[in-house]
């Protein structure tokens, strides 16, 4: 026990970073927010808050949340450094752009 405090110390003042999970609405066909910035080790959430099906599929073939259904959702977790732009496969207007630094 003492050994597992000792470490939650040692992380939590070696200014290690955490994790952040972003959600990205889908509403009104527009990803609501369709750009965002992030970090390495960050993790998107696409949520479907529309009647329609919607994807998030980049346009480099690098990721896609597959189809969402009304009320359903699906996370990427980004492990490298980029520019990665996305669109949904039914509704190619729908566009957006996660800036991983």
Do not use: P
Request: charged share 20%.
């Amino acid at each position: 026990m003492r050994f597992a405090i000792t470490l939650c110390a040692a992380m939590f003042m070696s200014g290690a970073a955490w994790a952040e999970v972003i959600t990205i609405d889908i509403k009104s066909f527009k990803y609501n927010a369709a750009d965002v910035t992030i970090s390495v080790g960050d993790t998107v959430i696409w949520v479907n808050q529309d009647r329609a099906r919607h994807t998030a599929t980049a346009r480099d073939s690098s990721f896609s949340t597959g189809t969402l259904k009304t009320g359903t959702s699906n996370e990427i977790t980004f492990a490298s450094a980029g520019t990665f732009e996305y669109f949904c496969k039914f509704h190619r207007k729908m566009a957006g752009r996660i800036i991983v630094n």
